[in-house]
């Protein structure tokens, strides 16, 4: 069962100070991620709307990227390395091989719910499938990833 962090005195699943410059920027929350599973949020903000008015896809990928990113790595407790330390500070455990987006509507408000699936893959690479949800329920994107997974750092 996937982690939330809605559970009682839950630490947070990725802390502020681990992200990524681009995820301050953007500002997703990992609302659950455990083995082979991940649950992103994202509220809708003016800045993300394209020139039509309509949420810019460029958005929707860069959530779906995030969130296969952490369904392929499997869950928090697997980042560590063994030897108390944190394969996080070590660098990234992987990246993304191919990427594939079906949008199949839009959002102008409210929260974006991204949730992803690892569907099979092995050691070295994992498959796994994304859809994106406007807060309505509507699905507005779904997707597939095949994500490369490096063995950790000595």
Not at 24 to 39: C, L, S, T
Not at 50 to 62: E, P, S
Request: some cysteine; charged content about 20%.
């Amino acid at each position: 069962m996937a982690e939330t962090t809605e559970q009682a005195g839950a630490p947070e699943l990725h802390p502020p100070h681990r992200h990524s410059p681009f995820h301050r920027v953007i500002g997703w929350k990992v609302a659950e991620w455990g083995e082979g599973r991940a649950v992103i949020t994202c509220p809708i903000r003016p800045d993300f709307m394209n020139r039509g008015g309509n949420l810019h896809g460029g958005l929707v990928a860069t959530l779906i990227d995030a969130a296969a990113g952490y369904a392929a790595l499997g869950g928090p407790a697997t980042l560590s390395d063994g030897r108390g330390g944190d394969a996080e500070e070590r660098g990234p455990a992987g990246a993304t091989l191919s990427l594939t987006i079906n949008y199949l509507g839009t959002a102008r408000e409210g929260l974006l719910t991204v949730r992803a699936v690892r569907t099979g893959g092995g050691r070295s690479v994992a498959f796994v499938r994304i859809e994106v949800l406007a807060e309505s329920g509507a699905v507005i994107a779904e997707g597939v990833c095949t994500y490369r997974l490096f063995p950790p750092k000595a």
